[in-house]
């Protein structure tokens, strides 16, 4: 394993007590050993745990590296057009609408809807309907489109981000250490191959989820649309063909349990986004750059292929110091 400038233990952030574990699920740098033979965390004690302690050890060989980048070679990377940006904002607003609208049909209070000769409920059908038609149009088509191609995101989850889904889930409940370098590694944009070395894996699951619900409510939703209608344009009919699937009550559950689905994802979303650890993040959706470093053929921090997934082995009982203070 390659040697790690001593610095960056002074540069890493203060610990917490000895053996805590961080609310955003890294534990605490002095609860940390450098003895193989010592316990990877909690996880060692359950049934299965060895296999995810092998996922771990194959994770930190990938990621530990990134340890050994500078902070003074750091610079501006850009990480989302202004497509994203507006689109991602427009997303937020227009679900904030959608919600509360939908609220307002649950308590059957409009309050300031009820606006001269507009009836309230009239307007908060209108807002709703016409909300969720363009809030799904940008979810499922505008946004995937300028992450895809005009940002060169990549929309598919990998199997190894399935592996760091899985450690960054039992790591954030206390379960297992954070993979060291992770932190790094997804400020890290890898020029060759055209794309950041890591992402959050909380991130790629969200839109997954956020994908398949809101097709749920938009095809829900206008089921419930064609069936109110008296007249229905052709485009609510033929959007809204599960129309007499299941009874209107049926299908008005199905709708609110996707709605549970979607605002539970962004609320899981948003938790990440303003931990501190992830304010650049947070603040790229505004400016469109994050501080992150450049590596390509030359610069990648090399792997050491001699280590193994084993805590046996000599050289992989050294637990890193950055790599414990992450989300």
Same mark, same amino acid.
């Not at 203060?14 to 955003?24: C, L, M, N, Y």
């Not at 990134?66 to 997303?91: C, F, M, N, P, Q």
């Not at 060291?180 to 055209?194: C, F, I, Q, T």
């Given at each position: 394993?390659?040697?790690?400038?001593?610095?960056?233990?002074? #540069? *890493?952030?203060?610990?917490?007590?000895?053996?805590?574990?961080?609310?955003?699920?890294?534990?605490?740098?002095?609860?940390?050993? *450098?003895?193989?033979?010592?316990?990877?965390?909690?996880?060692? &004690?359950?049934?299965?745990?060895?296999?995810?302690?092998?996922?771990?050890?194959? =994770?930190?060989?990938?990621?530990?590296?990134?340890? /050994?980048?500078?902070?003074?070679?750091? !610079?501006?990377?850009?990480?989302?057009?202004?497509?994203?940006?507006?689109?991602? @904002?427009? +997303?937020?607003?227009?679900?904030?609408?959608?919600?509360?609208?939908?609220?307002?049909?649950?308590?059957?209070?409009?309050?300031? +809807?009820?606006?001269?000769?507009?009836?309230?409920? &009239?307007?908060?059908?209108y807002l709703h309907t016409y909300g969720g038609v363009v809030l799904a149009v940008i979810a499922l088509l505008v946004f995937p489109m300028y992450h895809k191609f005009a940002d060169g995101h990549?929309?598919?989850?990998?199997?190894? &981000?399935?592996?760091? !889904?899985?450690?960054?889930? =039992? /790591?954030?409940?206390?379960?297992?250490?954070?993979?060291?370098?992770?932190?790094?590694?997804?400020?890290?944009?890898?020029?060759?191959?055209?794309?950041?070395?890591?992402?959050?894996? %909380? &991130?790629?699951?969200?839109?997954?989820? %956020?994908?398949?619900?809101?097709?749920?409510?938009?095809?829900?939703?206008?089921? +419930?649309?064609?069936? =109110?209608?008296?007249?229905?344009?052709?485009?609510?009919?033929?959007?809204?063909?599960?129309?007499?699937?299941?009874?209107? #009550?049926?299908? +008005?559950?199905?709708?609110?349990?996707?709605?549970?689905?979607?605002?539970? $994802?962004?609320?899981?979303?948003?938790?990440?986004?303003?931990?501190?650890?992830?304010?650049?993040? =947070?603040?790229?959706?505004?400016?469109?750059?994050? #501080?992150? @470093?450049?590596?390509?053929?030359?610069?990648?921090?090399?792997?050491? #292929?001699?280590?193994?997934?084993?805590?046996?082995?000599?050289?992989?009982? /050294? $637990?890193?110091?950055?790599?414990?203070?992450?989300?």
């Amino acid at each position: 394993m390659t040697d790690r400038p001593q610095e960056s233990v002074a #540069e *890493s952030e203060p610990d917490p007590e000895p053996g805590a574990v961080r609310s955003d699920g890294g534990q605490s740098t002095s609860s940390r050993v *450098s003895d193989p033979g010592d316990s990877m965390g909690t996880i060692e &004690q359950l049934p299965g745990g060895s296999t995810a302690v092998d996922l771990w050890w194959a =994770l930190s060989d990938r990621y530990e590296p990134y340890l /050994s980048l500078e902070k003074e070679d750091k !610079e501006a990377i850009k990480r989302w057009g202004l497509g994203s940006i507006v689109s991602h @904002w427009l +997303l937020a607003l227009l679900m904030i609408a959608v919600a509360g609208t939908g609220f307002l049909f649950w308590t059957g209070w409009y309050g300031p +809807l009820n606006i001269g000769i507009w009836d309230g409920y &009239q307007v908060a059908f209108y807002l709703h309907t016409y909300g969720g038609v363009v809030l799904a149009v940008i979810a499922l088509l505008v946004f995937p489109m300028y992450h895809k191609f005009a940002d060169g995101h990549n929309l598919l989850v990998t199997r190894s &981000q399935i592996h760091e !889904e899985i450690i960054a889930a =039992l /790591s954030f409940l206390g379960l297992l250490r954070y993979i060291p370098g992770y932190k790094n590694a997804r400020r890290a944009y890898d020029e060759d191959e055209g794309e950041w070395v890591g992402y959050h894996p %909380m &991130q790629t699951v969200f839109w997954y989820i %956020m994908w398949a619900f809101v097709i749920v409510l938009t095809l829900t939703g206008f089921a +419930l649309w064609n069936a =109110l209608a008296t007249d229905p344009a052709w485009w609510i009919v033929a959007l809204g063909f599960m129309e007499g699937w299941v009874t209107y #009550e049926t299908m +008005l559950r199905l709708h609110l349990i996707a709605t549970f689905w979607v605002l539970a $994802a962004i609320a899981v979303h948003a938790y990440f986004a303003v931990i501190p650890s992830n304010w650049d993040f =947070l603040r790229s959706m505004v400016v469109g750059t994050v #501080e992150g @470093w450049r590596v390509d053929e030359e610069t990648r921090p090399e792997i050491d #292929e001699t280590r193994r997934s084993d805590p046996t082995h000599p050289e992989t009982g /050294s $637990a890193t110091e950055e790599g414990q203070n992450d989300d």
